[in-house]
């Protein structure tokens, strides 16, 4: 199916578009190669949360992400929370909150057959570069990343993929087959508790009502708070999704589970900004800071002078 790139404009921002007869994807390399927008041309359905702002403000680096825009699909590297890099020379290098790329412009070409972008950047102060290369396949938008160690050490990291999505629609979230139980990582949610609790998965009990909690739903934003829980064991499967009872439409995350073998979902009920979306969050590492992650041997490592890739592809289609 023939794919088509052409520069185009987004909320003040240059960006680039990719595209076939049924996917859209609009990226801003200057604003850390977000993916702003993700369109399903044969239902005209937007994936991807939009931001009310009728322009972006560019952010610094090191900048606090809840300052600035929350949407679209940023790339999370090398931690997720604000932290210190763990060990080695760079021991004690302060990691700003979403890390470094989100921040940062990313360098862009073209191949010379114009269906694929790749888009690189490297860290202002830790040892990496990283890059991506997007194409599209059908009904598939699919990503390759690469991060290179530029040190004579190993380099730890948490790669974490942040595409928050619209869920104004009802919504239904997809996991691995056999998935029983998560563990809460955001003790702010007093339906689920202190950080660390173990809940039944999809059904558990509230905290606090003891009433019973779809955790595989997104509830109604009147609820003014967000969920954060990850599943608590190495998955078998790389896999995720989203499904839309009213169309059938179906929206799949596929990732190499030896690679990327953690997976976190976050939803903002209106508690984050007052935003209403929510994020699959496919990871190389648990959970959201990279210090604690290496403490607990769950950090992904890169050899000295070595590299680590792996791929993410987002599948539309339909369940029935």
């Known amino acids: 199916m023939n794919t088509t790139i052409e520069a185009g404009q987004y909320k003040g921002l240059n960006s680039l578009i990719i595209k076939n007869k049924i996917l859209r994807a609009e990226y801003l390399p200057d604003y850390g190669s977000k993916l702003s927008s993700l369109k399903n041309l044969r239902t005209g359905r937007e994936f991807l949360y939009q931001s009310s702002r009728e322009k972006f403000r560019k952010p610094e680096w090191g900048a606090e992400f809840s300052r600035y825009d929350a949407s679209g699909f940023d790339e999370i590297f090398p931690s997720v929370d604000s932290t210190f890099y763990p060990s080695g020379r760079y021991r004690g290098q302060q990691i700003p909150d979403h890390g470094d790329v989100w921040t940062l412009a990313w360098q862009h070409k073209l191949f010379s057959e114009r269906s694929k972008i790749q888009f690189r950047t490297a860290g202002p102060e830790l040892p990496y570069r990283l890059k991506k290369t997007v194409m599209l396949d059908y009904n598939k938008l699919i990503i390759n990343y690469q991060a290179k160690n530029l040190s004579e050490e190993p380099f730890k990291f948490i790669w974490a993929a942040h595409p928050l999505f619209d869920c104004q629609d009802e919504v239904r979230i997809l996991l691995p087959a056999g998935t029983d139980r998560v563990v809460n990582v955001d003790d702010s949610n007093e339906h689920l508790g202190s950080w660390g609790k173990i809940h039944s998965y999809p059904l558990t009990n509230s905290q606090k009502t003891g009433e019973e909690i779809d955790l595989s739903s997104v509830p109604t934003p009147d609820r003014q708070t967000c969920q954060k829980f990850y599943l608590p064991h190495r998955l078998e499967e790389g896999y995720c999704g989203l499904e839309y009872p009213e169309s059938g439409e179906r929206l799949e995350l596929y990732f190499p589970a030896e690679k990327v073998p953690y997976l976190g979902i976050w939803k903002s009920l209106g508690g984050f900004r007052g935003d209403y979306n929510l994020a699959l969050e ?39």
Do not use: F, H, M
């Open 282 to 320: 496919p990871c190389t590492g648990v959970y959201d800071d990279l210090y604690l992650a290496d403490k607990i041997g769950r950090a992904a490592v890169i050899p000295a002078g070595g590299e680590y890739t792996w791929k993410l592809t987002l599948q539309v289609s339909k369940s029935n």
